[in-house]
């Protein structure tokens, strides 16, 4: 297998995408790897997963104490955390694809080096056949709180209630597979 690779693809070209937009709608940045305030900004690396030949991505975050994980696909088409559980019922999210029926629980959800302690996520208990495939077990809406079913905030808009970002940014590096052949069902995201 061959992965295709591009000029430039270092991780530097994605700080000048990321200072050209700041540039564009107003944004000061005094550096590459600080932010408006002059500090060094918080970076955290997890890994991801491509599933299926770009068709989804997922990470592995953590949740309770004593903290067991689970793979959640990252959707930037919803804004509810959710994973699958035994002991619980309830409330239902709908998709396009499906739905899922669970409970609304909270807990200590860990994603990378962040950790939110009070976390309001869906405690799923069914969900249409074919909803998740392959080891993923929920997953983690990326979109803004106005559109979370549950009514309850993103993981990502509490890390930043929670001041754990330096300013509202959050970004992924991920691979792309299109036309690639031999490739895996799960490759490195």
């Keep these: 297998m061959t992965r295709r690779t591009s000029a430039g693809a270092g991780v530097e070209r994605f700080n000048d995408y990321a200072n050209r937009l700041r540039a564009k709608y107003n944004k000061s940045s005094k550096g590459s790897s600080k932010n408006v305030r ?93 909803l998740l495939d392959g080891t993923v077990s929920g997953l983690l809406g990326l979109a803004w709180p106005s559109i979370a079913a549950t009514q309850s905030t993103p993981l990502w808009q509490a890390l930043i209630n929670n001041n754990q970002l330096d300013s509202p940014e959050f970004s992924f590096y991920i691979t792309r597979f299109n036309d690639v052949v031999n490739v895996n069902t799960e490759e490195p995201g």
């Design 38 to 130: 002059g500090h060094r900004r918080t970076v955290a690396g997890f890994s991801m997963v491509n599933q299926d030949s770009d068709s989804a991505y997922y990470t592995t975050l953590t949740i309770g104490t004593p903290p067991q994980s689970f793979n959640v696909i990252l959707d930037t088409g919803s804004s509810d955390l959710w994973v699958a559980d035994s002991n619980c019922q309830s409330t239902d999210i709908q998709y396009g694809s499906g739905e899922v029926l669970g409970e609304l629980v909270e807990d200590v959800v860990t994603l990378g080096s962040f950790t939110i302690q009070k976390q309001v996520f869906l405690a799923v208990v069914e969900l249409t056949s074919g």
